[in-house]
């Protein structure tokens, strides 16, 4: 069941140029309607008008979600707020006729994302689900929705799952920006044909796999990492940080770069690696001078840069290349390199990977 790889996360992890594509199969090309996804019909008015998005998930998903914010207000110019469940269930949200609630989860079995779904739905709102598990409890819930179609995922950190949610968002966002007349003709077909580079390009970053082996030899014995990142990059530096955490149990955070300097940076010393992801054209200086600040603490530098990249592979002590590509899209490759990073990190520490301690698969009681 592993097919030949010593862990289901490995597998997963790997598997994502193929769960990737069979999330757009269908449903995304250069012929009108350009971008379907099955289910939404009915709703198209509802989500094509809606006055705001409320993104409600937990946990990786969670992060999944904070890129959708990035992309539907970059590409669709539309508001967005991203909860935690746990939250949303317990507040006392504003939450109306005209909001679309959007539940990210891949098991469709959290308890506290179908209760904050229950209570949004009392209010009015419609609730719209992006489930990986076919037929779970939130797909049953929700008035519409897409699965993004990744097949089962045994191992408990979640990889395959995420990346598969972000896709799904992207193509709503995209989708949603045309209709919408937010984005130019000429920009949407660039990026449904980026879209449908980003599995070769997925495979690509695989094959810096052993590089990143050699990375992780040299940090697994550090108590602490630091992730940063901006943009549509700073969920990825979360996910970076929880994903490290979880399997390997070194402590780990995820920040915006540029918060780093109100209060973590006193955290740096030659003791602390940073993992930098540094791939966005937008704020390229920027990121170059928070590496800078690192390296004057002696902090080690990770940085994942895009192909070709210079200037910071020469300040980082270790750099990974990923392909180029529409800086709204780089979260589907960035992601991959800290996915194998922490994998073989918790390798080399004897950790049980697709069984970490405390951790379920599902956590159907809040
Ligand atoms: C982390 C992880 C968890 C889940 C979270 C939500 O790798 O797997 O943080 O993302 O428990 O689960 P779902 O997506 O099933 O609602």
Redesign the pocket.
């Given at each position: 069941e592993k097919s030949g790889y010593e862990h289901f996360m490995l597998k997963e992890i790997h598997q994502q140029p193929e769960t990737v594509a069979d999330c757009m199969r269908g449903r995304l090309s250069h012929e009108s309607p350009y971008i379907r996804l099955g289910g939404v019909e009915e709703y198209d008015k509802t989500i094509t008008n809606a006055r705001r998005f409320i993104i409600a998930?937990?946990?990786?998903?969670?992060h999944a979600g904070l890129i959708g914010e990035y992309l539907f207000e970059d590409l669709a110019r539309i508001p967005v707020e991203v909860e935690y469940a746990s939250e949303l269930r317990y507040r006392n949200p504003i939450i109306q006729e005209g909001d679309v609630v959007i539940a990210?989860?891949?098991?469709?079995?959290?308890a506290d994302?179908l209760a904050a779904l229950e209570m949004a739905k009392a209010k009015g709102a419609m609730i719209y689900g992006v489930v990986?598990v076919v037929g779970s409890s939130?797909s049953r819930l929700t008035d519409a929705g897409s699965y993004i179609h990744a097949g089962p995922e045994i191992g408990?950190?979640?990889?395959k799952?995420?990346t598969g949610q972000v896709v799904l968002l992207t193509m709503m966002a995209i989708s949603l920006g045309y209709k919408r007349g937010r984005i130019p003709n000429s920009y949407f077909h660039k990026l449904i044909t980026e879209l449908q580079n980003i599995p070769g390009k997925i495979e690509k970053v695989l094959q810096h796999e052993e590089q990143i082996k050699y990375i992780a030899n040299e940090i697994k014995d550090r108590h602490n990492a630091l992730y940063l990142g901006r943009g549509f990059n700073f969920p990825v530096a979360l996910e970076g940080a929880?994903?490290l955490k979880?399997i390997s149990y070194i402590h780990a955070e995820g920040y915006p770069a540029a918060e780093m300097k109100h209060g973590p940076i006193a955290l740096i010393d030659e003791e602390m690696p940073v993992i930098v992801i540094a791939t966005n054209k937008s704020a390229y200086e920027k990121i170059v001078s928070n590496i800078q600040e690192v390296k004057a603490r002696k902090g080690m530098v990770i940085a994942v840069v895009t192909e070709g990249d210079e200037a910071i592979s020469k300040m980082a002590d270790y750099t990974i290349e990923i392909p180029d590509t529409e800086e709204p899209l780089t979260p589907l490759l960035s992601v991959i390199p800290l996915q194998l990073l922490s994998y073989h990190i918790a390798v080399m520490r004897g950790c049980n990977v697709d069984q970490p301690r405390n951790?379920a698969?599902?956590?159907t009681v809040e």
């Open positions: 998930a937990c946990g990786t998903s969670w990210l989860s891949q098991s469709g079995e959290t994302t990986n939130i408990v950190a979640s990889t799952a995420f929880l994903k979880e951790l698969k599902s956590v």
